[in-house]
């Protein structure tokens, strides 16, 4: 399976912004619907946002919208979460993966893949 890498994680104030990246470490053969997920302490893992194949399509978890936006790179090999206005509980290691569905509400998308190690993204003041 496609290996995916994420970065751009950091410690951020209320109120601020971070950029994600998720970068396939070898070669792909398609483009594949992406999701970004996350896990906060205590907590099972949630799904944040997911884009369709050629980005035409996102969807998010209610508790980002407005806030963040989903985006495809210009290669299909490279996704991005942009996470502006940060709360505290947007505090999680975040993941992307792909994923066969896109998700509806109450129903969250399927992850497609393994999940590698996240990127911790820290919102405190």
């Known amino acids: 399976q496609v290996q995916w890498v994420e970065s751009g994680g950091g410690v951020v104030q209320p109120g601020g912004s971070l950029r994600l990246s998720c970068v396939a470490s070898?070669?792909?053969?398609?483009?594949?619907?992406m999701g970004w997920f996350r896990q906060a302490p205590g907590k099972e893992r949630e799904f944040v946002a997911t884009?369709?194949?050629?980005?035409?399509?996102?969807y998010y978890t209610e508790s980002v919208k407005g806030r963040f936006t989903i985006s495809r790179g210009a290669t299909k090999d490279t996704i991005y979460l942009q996470m502006n206005s940060l709360k505290p509980e947007d505090t999680a290691v975040y993941y992307c993966?792909?994923?066969?569905?896109?998700?509806?509400?109450?129903?969250?998308?399927?992850?497609?893949?393994?999940w590698g190690q996240g990127t911790q993204v820290t919102v405190s003041s």
């Open positions: 884009i369709n194949w050629n980005g035409g399509t996102t």
């Open positions: 993966n792909r994923v066969l569905t896109l998700g509806v509400p109450g129903i969250p998308p399927s992850p497609g893949g393994t």
């Open positions: 070898g070669r792909i053969e398609s483009a594949y619907a």
